[in-house]
């Protein structure tokens, strides 16, 4: 069985920084692309940042410089680094996982096969 755990959520104040992790497990972590979603209130969830199998990393233009993915095979984990954090970074964080034996784009929510539960990012002013 997949499983897929966010963690590193918290409060920060505007500029400061947080590291999320992605602790995987029940899959071959080296089939896969593991990608990074968030879901603001009242927002559609939107992807953030992916790395897939082979290391190649992704990120969308509104985290580009300021937000980094890594993964750890050996601990099955993937991180994302987050600095200079923005008020409208506020969100629940998702991690996700989609198979690397298929096309797949990793903005896209419907492309993912597993979900994570999500930690919450709140970023004061």
């Known amino acids: 069985e997949v499983q897929l755990q966010a963690s590193g959520g918290g409060l920060v104040q505007a500029g400061g920084s947080l590291r999320l992790s992605c602790a995987a497990s029940g899959f071959t972590f080296d089939d896969y692309a593991i990608a990074w979603f968030r879901q603001a209130p009242g927002k559609e969830r939107e992807g953030l940042s992916c790395?897939?199998?082979?290391?190649?990393?992704y990120y969308h233009d509104s985290v580009k410089g300021r937000f980094t993915i890594s993964s750890d095979h050996a601990e099955n984990t993937v991180y994302l680094q987050m600095n200079n954090l923005k008020p409208e970074d506020t969100a629940v964080y998702y991690c996700?996982?989609?198979?690397?034996?298929?096309?797949?784009?990793?903005?896209?929510?419907?492309?993912?096969?597993?979900w994570g539960e999500g930690t919450l990012v709140t970023v004061s002013s």
């Open positions: 790395v897939s199998s082979d290391g190649s990393t």
């Open positions: 996700a996982a989609v198979s690397d034996s298929r096309q797949w784009d990793c903005f896209i929510v419907d492309d993912m096969d597993s």
